[in-house]
Structure formats: structure tokens, C-alpha cells
């Protein structure tokens, strides 16, 4: 009920979902570069594998020769050759 | 791509070494530090941060017990910093700001688009005499009186856009048939004579002709009154009505020609010793690499300009300094004879060179009567061109005059 009434809330505002629920943006361009918007942190970082927490979530990033162009509180740019995007889902 | 975020940025390059490398990226993001080229080799980072940043680091790295190496130091604040003439290079920097300043707030060209009938020439001209030239200060004031003057000087211009460009002036203009023009050719006019001579042909379109073939006309005397006279039967003057005369007359007159080429003369040829420099010229101050000594024997210079082709490539900020490669070829003075024939030759280029410069001029030739003689010394061309020019001068008939004078004389005479 709390939550119907919040998302309700949020689209009578016509609040965007990724402000509202800090929802993370991953943008993937090619196999070469992936722009990630509202992470909340590094969790591991190899030329391997890189790991970062969302909301509600880990995104991993497989590859090879990963390295982050820029790193900013807001935003972060992966370049390298990506395999393989995980978004493993909170149990909750 | 971090290049372009951090460009003109003062930044160093360092490299980490730390056993808790994510740690240390995230206490980074705390203090709101930005950070590019992320790399990861067994437990060294290697990024590059801003150099304002770098004092946020202390704190990071006493936390994550790491070792800070600087690889490199980026950016124009650590170039300054490294250069060891710092004052003459802030001198330099002060020095080309306003000489940059100075090239800016000048006029160094003037483009003029638009024009075919008037001459780029002519224009320049005509804002130089007003004092629109290189190397004036631009001003917002000039150039809406520019196109003021343009208009009442050359009334042929239909439109015309003066605007201020970074390197000078820009002048955009149109031209067309005027207002003036059309009014001058409704308007009741005179066509008058533009040269003294004999009338060849006329043929009266409107207006009362005053000649007729075969009479002599002075410069300036009406050939066809742009009037016509009504008369009632007792032959008096009803009215008249003005209109703008039109015909087609043809004046003849003669021109004089007289030309003496010498059969021995002095000509200059080159000795084929050549000395070649460069140049650096900066408005009226020049600068010569191997200046030759004057007064030593008659000389001639080619000049190359090297500056047309850097114009090509650059943009001419300073276009009044210029750089080139100037040949010099040393000549002498030779006695040279010709033959008579080759004087008779000579003579009749010179003659029909001046008939075709007359054609050009839109004048018909109708006799020639240019003899050649040649003595032991001399090639004489002497004698008279006879030519056919058409009248096409207008001048402008003030009614009111003309009504004074009809009421005051009673009758007018033709």
C-alpha cells in the first residue's frame, strides 16, 4: 500500500524513476565502452573483472584490458573488450 | 575521451601501490575527486587526477596505507613552472595578448562581394579618400556611415551591408538600375553633344532634333531637345510637352596621330649575374638578409612574396608584415639597331594597337590617314584618324526655366 502509494506519488510528479528510485543508467556502446550513471560504489576492480554495486544489485562487468576512462561521483566510463554484463538482482 | 574531459587542465599522472585498491577509489569518490585513466595492475593503480586534487590524496593514503609515485606532470601551470624565464615568457605572453588585441581592433582587409561594374579598386579608393584604410581603427560608427557614403557616391548600388570582421571590414552590395537613373530617363531630358565634330547619322526616337547630317556641333550643344512645340493654326506656341530625347547620333570628328620610333637606341640586358635574399618587411621598416649596395651599376628585382602562400594556410592578421625572396639581376646598357623594315613593323603594331584601344573605348573608325616614313634615323607615323562616336550624354531640362522663358520671349526658337 506504502509502495503503491509512493510509485503513485512519483508518477502524478512525473518524477523520471532513475532520480526517484536511483535507479542506476548503464548505456553500452559497441563492445567497447559502457557508461554507468548513479552507481554507489567500486566493489572490485581488475583488467579481468569489474564490480559495481547499484541500487538493489551488483553489475559485473567481464573482459579483457578493463580500465575506467573517467570516475566521477556521478558517473563512471568502462573501456576495455567486454564479454559479459551481469546485473545480479538483492535477494529482497 | 579523458583527454577531452581534462584538457587544459593542469594533472599529474601517478601511480598507486595499495592492497586495498578499491578502497582507495572510493574514499576518493567521498572527498569528490575526479578521476581518469583507470588502470589495474597487480595492485597498482595508475590514474591520472587534477592537480588542485592532489592535496585530498594525504588523507586517502594514510587511511589505505599506500604508496604515491608522480609518473608525469601535465598541463600549462607545470610548463610555466618548469620554464626557466618565467618573466620573459609572461613579457611574451603580455606582448602577444595585445599585439593579438591591437591586430583585432584594426581593419587589416577589406572583402568586397557584390560588386560588377564598380571596381574593387574603386571602392578601396573611395574609402581611402574618406579615411577607410589598412590599418584604421575599427569602429562601430564608421562602418553604418560607409554604407551612408557608398549610396550618395555610387547611386547604382541598390544594397549594401558594411559589417565588422575580426581581420577588417566586410561589404556586401548589389547592384541594379536605380531609382536615379529610371527618373533621370523619365524625366524630360536633352541629349547633348560630348564632343565637337560633324553629325554623321541621326535618328530621332523622341524629342525635336536641332542638327542634321552633315552640320557641325560643338561639346556641349543640344542635339536633340527632349521638347516638343504645339502650335495652333495662327502659329502660336499652345503648349509644349517635355519628354526625354531619345535618338541615335553619330558624331564624326578627327584625331591626330604622331609617333617617331628611332632605328638606334639604347637597350638594357641582363649580365646574368643574380643575387638572391630574403626579405622582412614590417609596414614602411625593412629588413634585407644580403643587402646589395646601391649605385653600383643599374639593377632589376623580381619579388617573390612568401606571405601570399602563408595567407593561404593562416589567416592574415598582420598582413602589413610581410616576408619573401627578392632576385636581383644586375643589367647593361647596349646600342641596338634595327632595320627599316622592322621600324615600318614596329609602327604599324603601335598603330593598331591604338585603333583597337579606340574600339575598345566603343568609338568606330571610319578613315585612317596615318602615313609611315622612314629616313636613316628614324620611323615617322604622322597623320589623322577620322573616328564615329555615338552622343549619349543627357542633361536634364528645368521646366520651370523653360515656361519663364517661353512667357517672356512669346515664341521660342528651336
New interface residues.
Partial sequence: MKLHSRKSWIHSLEIPEDVAYKDPIITVTGQHVILIENYR???????QEISVKVQKGLLRILGSRL???????EEM?I?GRIQTIYLEADPS | ??GN?CAGISRVRIRVSTEE??RF??L??MR?M????????ERTLYLVIKAVDFHLLLSVRRKTRAHIRIDQKLGAYFFIKRFPYKKTLLVGILGLMLLIRTAYSHIWQIHITGNSSLSEEQIVQFLSEKGIRVGKRKTKEESQQISLWMREAYPEISWISVSITWDGLSIRLKEGITEHREKMEESPCDLIADTEGEIAEIITRSGTPLKKTGDHCKKGEVLVKGAYVIMNDSQEIVRTEYVCADADVYIRYTLPYSRTIPLKFTQKEETGRKRVSLYLKVGSWYLESFPVPYGKGERTEETSNVTSVVKKGFPAVFPIVTTGIRTESFLTERETEISKEAGKRMARQELESFQKKLIEKGVQISANNVTIKVDDFNCISKGTITVEKKAERKAPIMIQDSLERNTQNGEQHY
Fill in positions: 560504489m567500486l566493489m572490485f576492480f581488475t583488467e580500465y575506467i576512462n573517467y570516475y566521477t561521483p566510463e573501456r | 575521451m579523458s574531459r585498491p578499491e577509489l572510493r576518493c569518490r569528490g575526479e578521476l581518469y585513466e583507470l588502470r589495474v595492475s
